[in-house]
């Protein structure tokens, strides 16, 4: 205490104002710090949303990308099944091998199963020579679709049409469809 006793009023007046000065600075000092950490921490949250949000568009980008690439596999897998809502073109596909194969073909009966796995059973006939007949069966059971064939009953028919023989090949199928996707 002796040395402030001994110091002027000027000094102690300049000493004290800067004491406080020191006092005010560090404080802001404190409070510029932590103002700033907290708006680092924010910022450092933001950049985190912001590149998150980027990831997910960068995924997002990729599986539509992967959709794309994918696009002809799908349509491949897709036509080794055929839907509930497209019998009428399955059957046009057997009436067009029909028409390739030279034999003429009559639907006899369209069977849909009740249970869960859904099978497609088909009736028809068909009317040619041998080898178109044998060549029709051949491109059906080609056909990329489990088809299994349930009976077939082949026979020769001879017939007298004008005063002249005819001689035809007749055949009765019977295939039910395994790759059946009922809808």
Do not use: C
């Amino acid at each position: 205490m002796i040395f402030w006793k001994n110091l002027q009023k000027k000094t102690k007046w300049f000493f004290l104002t800067a004491i406080v000065l020191n006092i005010l600075a560090v404080g802001l000092d404190v409070y510029a710090f932590s103002f700033l950490k907290e708006k680092s921490k924010e910022m450092a949250m933001i950049a985190g949303e912001i590149q998150a949000y980027e990831q997910s568009g960068e995924k997002l980008t990729s599986m539509r990308h992967l959709v794309d690439e994918t696009r002809h596999e799908r349509e491949k897998i897709d036509s080794l099944f055929v839907s509930g809502d497209d019998i009428v073109g399955f059957i046009g596909r057997i009436e067009s091998l029909g028409r390739h194969a030279g034999v003429s073909l009559e639907l006899k009966s369209v069977d849909v199963t009740k249970d869960d796995e859904g099978v497609l059973s088909l009736r028809f006939s068909t009317k040619g020579d041998w080898e178109g007949t044998l060549y029709f069966l051949a491109l059906m059971e080609s056909m990329p679709l489990r088809i299994e064939t349930e009976s077939v009953n082949l026979r020769n028919i001879k017939q007298v049409e004008q005063g002249k023989m005819t001689t035809f090949w007749s055949g009765d199928f019977k295939i039910s469809l395994l790759s059946f996707l009922k809808t």
